[in-house]
Nanobody
């Protein structure tokens, strides 16, 4: 099955910024909203935010004000910009197609890919 490819993670200092990318195959790009999720060590994967093809966004309360999701429809790429990184932002970040749209963040469509690791040091 199709898996999305995430990139852009790395080791960063607390307070720095980072932009993650997610390339979505053209054949499924417009099916529904694209969501970003993260999984910290020892914790369950959680929704951080999503974006529709029209640019409407939704964020988890815990990341409001620091996370920004955008999309380049021409490049079929979705971005997650994280500002003022904190140690608790560390984890593996994944993207997926939101099966039923922004209002159902827990419902995803594809198998999870490899994700991209973000490690924030103080």
């Amino acid at each position: 099955q199709v898996q999305l490819v995430e990139s852009g993670g790395g080791l960063v200092q607390s307070g720095e910024s980072l932009t993650l990318s997610c390339v979505v195959p053209e054949t499924i790009y417009d099916i529904n909203a694209r969501g970003w999720y993260r999984q910290a060590p020892g914790k369950e994967r959680e929704f951080v935010g999503g974006i529709t093809g029209g640019g409407k966004t939704k964020y988890a309360d815990s990341v409001l004000g620091r996370f920004t999701i955008s999309g380049d429809n021409a490049k079929k790429t979705t971005y997650l910009y994280i500002n003022n990184l904190k140690r608790e932002d560390s984890g593996v970040y994944y993207c997926n197609i939101m099966k039923y749209g922004l209002d159902f963040p827990g419902q995803t469509w594809l198998d999870w890919g490899q994700g991209t690791q973000v490690t924030v040091s103080s």
